[in-house]
Structure formats: C-alpha cells, structure tokens
C-alpha cells in the first residue's frame, strides 16, 4: 500500500489566504497566493490567483527605480543584516578600549604578556643546542664572549675547588662538571675563531 503525500505542494495555495476575489482588477477568481505591495512593505500584501500572482511576480523588480549608488548601500546593508558596524578596533564611533571590557580572569593582560614574551625572545638571538647545558653549568646566557666564560670560570674554581672547601666531595663533583661546562664553551669558541681565521686567510 502506498502512503499518501500529505505535504502541500508548491503552488498550493495559501491556507492563510483571505476568502476573497482575486485582487486583480476585473478578475472574479478566488485569492489564495500573497505578494508583497512594495519593496517598503514587504509584510502587507497583495492577494491573487494562480495566474494573476505568476503575472505579478513576473514582473516584480525591488530595486526598481533605484540608483546604482542605492543598490550598492542596499547589498551592502544586507550583508550585515541591516545591522548597525563599524571597523574592527572601534565599538560604534568611539575607539575600543580593553578598559571597558570585564575581564575577571584578567585574560587580556595575559595574552598581552605572552606576546610580549613571544617577540622578546624571537628578538634574542637563540642558543645553539650543544651550548645550552654548559652555560646553564656555568650560570651564564647566550651571547657570551669567551673573556666573560673564562671570568666566571676562574670565579666558580675558586669557590668549589677541593682545596677551597677541604676535600668536600660534593665540591670536588661540582667542580668536574664545571670543568666540563667550561671545555665546551672554550672549544666552540676555538672552534669558531680557527674558522674565522681560515675564512679571511
């Protein structure tokens, strides 16, 4: 068995319409179609039959009689549905302000840190990777020249060396390791003036 189709088709009319004659002059027929009067009151209308409505809306234009100018303003408006903007930064006239924003959780001056950060360290040149754990052994941040790793060396030697601290094993492990920092940092830096040296050679 099939099941009947109840929906209404299309070009159904109305069931809204008023029990009238068509609105068409001369025309006897029963309204049930609706078209509006005019582009300024799209919510009154006309009430007509099938043909005369088919008529009607053949020959609709809304923006007829407008300027290109009016046209223009009108798809403009309705991209933002007729509502009210502005340019973004500014809240009507007035230029936006994070004062007027609420703001408990003090988010806006966190990301303004974060960015702040962000730029500060994409200024700062960068650690090269094999540098970063003896500078971090020897307290010391890249760039450093090698007169001021071979100044904090000699300062770091005179408070951990064995002798310094009476054979205190942890002293005497601290200071191998900064033995260690400090061959790296001096190797790279040998490293770096050889090449110098053979490239202007």
Not at 31 to 44: D, E, I, K, V
Request: net charge neutral; with cysteine; aromatic share 10%.
């Amino acid at each position: 068995m099939r099941r009947r189709n109840t929906r209404p088709r299309a070009f159904d009319p109305d069931p809204d319409a008023p029990k009238q004659c068509c609105d068409a002059p001369g025309c006897t027929q029963e309204a049930g179609y609706r078209a509006p009067r005019s582009r300024t009151t799209l919510n009154q209308y006309f009430w007509f039959c099938l043909e005369h409505v088919r008529e009607y809306n053949a020959r609709w234009d809304f923006y007829k009689g407008m300027s290109a100018a009016q046209i223009e303003a009108h798809l403009r408006a309705d991209v933002a549905w007729d509502r009210p903007s502005w340019k973004i930064g500014h809240m009507g006239r007035q230029p936006f302000s994070e004062e007027d924003v609420l703001d408990p959780l003090d988010i806006l001056n966190a990301s303004r840190a974060a960015r702040a950060n962000r730029h500060k360290e994409s200024r700062e040149p960068k650690t090269p990777p094999p540098l970063r754990d003896p500078l971090e052994t020897m307290g010391l941040r890249w760039p450093v020249s090698l007169d001021e790793v071979k100044a904090r060396y000699k300062a770091l030697a005179r408070e951990h060396h064995p002798d310094a601290n009476n054979g205190d094993l942890d002293a005497e492990e601290r200071f191998k390791i900064i033995n260690v920092a400090y061959a790296a940092l001096r190797a790279h830096f040998t490293a770096n003036t050889t090449e110098d040296f053979e490239r202007s050679a």
